[in-house]
């Protein structure tokens, strides 16, 4: 029973446009989500969350937005260079259980220049 | 500088053998984890100890069994390893226990083949 879903295994995407990356989750509970990146051969790397009290949050490039009664999420980057190449991972995780975090299964972004 | 450092990288071994899979952290953090991404990629977590005592244990064979010395060292053994145990073992730590808004920092990982 997967909790969290990125229905898209890949994203090919040139570089300076939009990558639009989705989640979605199944869990009502989840009330903290995350973005880790992960290079080949490397471990996942935090990138960005977002609290249920929020829809949007932002860093840089990065923004994350938050549609609760859709239970979907997505990571917005712009513009979009060669160096995001990577699988993006989203998490989930709530207050009943502690620091358990939920993957999904990755989606690999590749920015072509 | 690595945060969170794992030994070994790979590791090939043949079914039947004990093997363990070390994992240091030098963030001071106070938790740490064990994940297993296996075929599919997914990441799912298997132990979480804080300050060295077990406070996750998902449904996992017990031939795996978590060791904490001390709250910046979380090592994993394994017995009988069986050729389902072949995946990519990553160490985690995070600053705080319990409290789920909390980062969670990853190691490279450990990527073992069971032959």
């Known amino acids: 029973d997967q909790q969290v879903k990125q229905n898209s295994p890949s994203l090919s995407v040139q570089e300076g446009r939009i990558s639009i990356l989705n989640c979605d989750y199944t869990?009502?509970?989840?009330?903290?989500f995350l973005w880790y990146k992960k290079y080949p051969a490397e471990g996942p790397t935090f990138l960005i969350s977002?609290?249920?009290?929020?829809d949007k949050n932002e860093d840089g490039r990065f923004t994350v937005f938050l549609n609760k009664s859709a239970k979907h999420l997505s990571l917005h980057i712009v513009p979009s260079q060669p160096g995001d190449s990577a699988v993006y991972f989203c998490?989930?995780?709530?207050?009943?259980?502690?620091?358990?975090?939920?993957f999904g299964e990755g989606t690999q972004l590749t920015v072509n220049p | 500088d690595t945060a969170v450092s794992q030994t070994p990288k790979y590791l090939v071994t043949q079914m039947g053998n004990d093997k363990s899979i070390k994992c240091e952290q030098n963030?001071?953090?106070?938790?740490m984890y064990w994940y297993k991404q296996d075929s599919k990629k997914f990441l799912k977590i298997m132990f979480s100890?804080?300050?060295?005592?077990?406070?996750i244990n998902e449904t996992v064979p017990n031939r795996f069994s978590p060791k904490s010395p001390d709250k910046a060292h979380l090592n994993l053994h394994i017995n009988s390893l069986e050729l389902g145990d072949s995946a990519v073992y990553f160490c985690?730590?995070?600053?705080?226990?319990?409290?789920?808004?909390?980062?969670?920092?990853f190691g490279p990982g450990t990527r073992l083949l069971v032959l």
């Open positions: 985690a730590s995070s600053q705080v226990a319990g409290l789920y808004q909390e980062t969670q920092y």
């Open positions: 869990n009502s509970m989840f009330d903290y």
């Open positions: 977002i609290s249920s009290i929020k």
């Open positions: 998490a989930a995780s709530s207050e009943t259980s502690g620091s358990r975090l939920t």
């Open positions: 963030l001071g953090h106070d938790t």
């Open positions: 100890y804080n300050n060295k005592e077990l406070i």
